[in-house]
């Protein structure tokens, strides 16, 4: 007998883990198909920040903001365990590009998004600190801001999602790559294959959050859907030896694109990104020379006596609108598309940041609910504690 469940999820990113905990939660049954692993591929190579993205204002992009700031204290408060609260540094020099004053505007903003909660707040550093700043370049420092944000893991955030959603009975099978969906008057008849061989389900829905694959898995479904416009853009982090004790430092480099020097596992430092036009395979993205090169030039400029040990570097891909504007400046809203403007039955989770994970899927739950049969509401994702 073919398996029947009410949503059937591709792909066991942060988003697919979102997407089925939200749906087990509202009480519907869930299988996840993940062709490789939990958080094997965007969702363990991201920067692993859990913010509001103080860079976003300067692209107008004010209600990711807001939203972003709003999932971050959500964040904070069911996962204690692994979304830690951590501080931002932003060092202003004789020749960096934004002002000071641009910068406390852009502070002010920010706070002002965060409802101005305590922890919202801002503050510069007093000169008789610089010094203890983790060896930061004071040479022709006029002033340092700092606020606050937050860091997690991003691979152990979706494991834990994950284990909520089965908690709540999703099944997930892995490895099982998905293969084809077809069509029927109540929903659909999917194919995919695992180790064992070929198998079938059906659904009512259908969700497509396969990150990078996104159009890969599009063109598997029948019958057809458009395709997005997108584009896939590379962002490499290296990894260096050596702890930071005062939390991030948010640097500019030399094309004025802001990079990130973060703590990172206690004894360690991560500093990324970059963004490069990808077109291969998604499964091969791999940091190129100049990317690497281009992020240590970046952390040399800064803390110019530190050692430079690499230990690691990655690369990951973000899906972003097709667009010819620079891609540091285009929207990382989360696109939602669907087969059906007014009863969806399939849903296609495009973009958009691990922070926003919990709201995308609930937004997806929502777009999906009428074509599903009415199911009893187990818990809320507000108020479900996430473990480590
Ligand atoms: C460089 C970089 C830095 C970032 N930094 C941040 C940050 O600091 N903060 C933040 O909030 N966001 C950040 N983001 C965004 C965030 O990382 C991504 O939005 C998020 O991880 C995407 O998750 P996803 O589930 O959509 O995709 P993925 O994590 O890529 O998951 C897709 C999954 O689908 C599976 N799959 C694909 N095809 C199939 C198939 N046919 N069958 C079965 N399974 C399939 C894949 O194996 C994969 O596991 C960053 C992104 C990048 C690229």
Redesign the pocket.
């Known amino acids: 007998m073919t398996d029947r469940f009410d949503v059937v999820v591709?792909?066991?990113?942060?988003?697919?883990?979102?997407v089925a905990q939200a749906a087990a939660a509202a009480g519907y049954g869930v299988q996840v198909?993940?062709?490789?692993?939990?958080?094997?591929?965007?969702?363990?190579?991201?920067?692993?920040?859990?913010?509001g993205?103080l860079r976003y204002l300067e692209s107008g992009q004010y209600r990711l903001v807001q939203e972003?700031l709003r999932e971050r204290e959500i964040l904070l408060r069911i996962a204690p365990q692994l979304v830690k609260r951590v501080a931002f540094n932003i060092p202003v020099y004789k020749n960096t590009s934004r002002s000071a004053l641009k910068i406390r505007l852009g502070l002010t903003l920010y706070s002002l998004f965060g409802d101005f909660r305590r922890d919202s707040r801002f503050e510069t550093v007093p000169r008789a600190e610089w010094g203890t700043l983790d060896g930061l370049d004071t040479t022709g420092l006029k002033a340092v801001f700092r606020y606050y944000d937050a860091q997690t893991d991003?691979a152990r955030l979706?494991h834990a999602v994950m284990r909520s959603a089965q908690q709540f009975g999703a099944e997930l099978v892995c490895?099982?790559?998905?293969?084809a969906a077809e069509r029927h008057d109540t929903g659909w008849r999917v194919r995919?294959r695992t180790t064992q061989g070929e198998a079938e389900c059906e659904c009512h829905a259908l969700v497509n959050?396969?990150?990078?694959?996104?159009n890969?898995?599009l063109q598997?479904i029948v019958p057809a859907v458009p395709l997005p416009g997108i584009e896939l853009?590379?962002?490499?982090?290296v990894v260096v030896d050596g702890g930071l004790h005062h939390g991030v430092y948010y640097t500019e480099a030399e094309d004025k694109r802001a990079v990130?020097v973060m703590p990172w596992r206690g004894g360690l430092t991560l500093i990324?990104?970059?963004e490069t036009p990808y077109s291969g395979d998604?499964?091969l993205a791999t940091p190129r020379r100049e990317e690497i090169d281009y992020l240590l030039r970046t952390y040399r400029r800064y803390f110019p006596k530190r050692d430079v040990d690499v230990r690691d570097q990655f690369?990951?891909?973000?899906?972003l609108p097709k667009s010819p504007a620079s891609a540091f400046g285009r929207s990382?809203e989360?696109i939602y598309m669907t087969d059906d403007d007014r009863n969806p039955r399939l849903v296609s989770?495009?973009?958009?940041?691990?922070?926003?994970?919990r709201a995308a899927a609930e937004k997806v739950v929502a777009l999906l609910a009428p074509a599903l049969p009415e199911r009893t509401r187990r818990a809320d994702t507000q108020m479900l504690p996430l473990d480590q």
């Open positions: 591709i792909g066991a990113g942060i988003q697919g883990a979102g198909l993940e062709k490789t692993g939990i958080a094997a591929a965007t969702s363990c190579r991201s920067s692993k920040l859990i913010h993205g972003s991003d979706t490895p099982a790559e998905f293969l995919y959050a396969s990150g990078p694959w996104v890969h898995v598997r853009v590379q962002g490499s982090h990130f990324g990104t970059t998604p499964a690369a990951g891909l973000r899906v990382r989360t989770v495009v973009g958009g940041k691990l922070t926003g994970y």
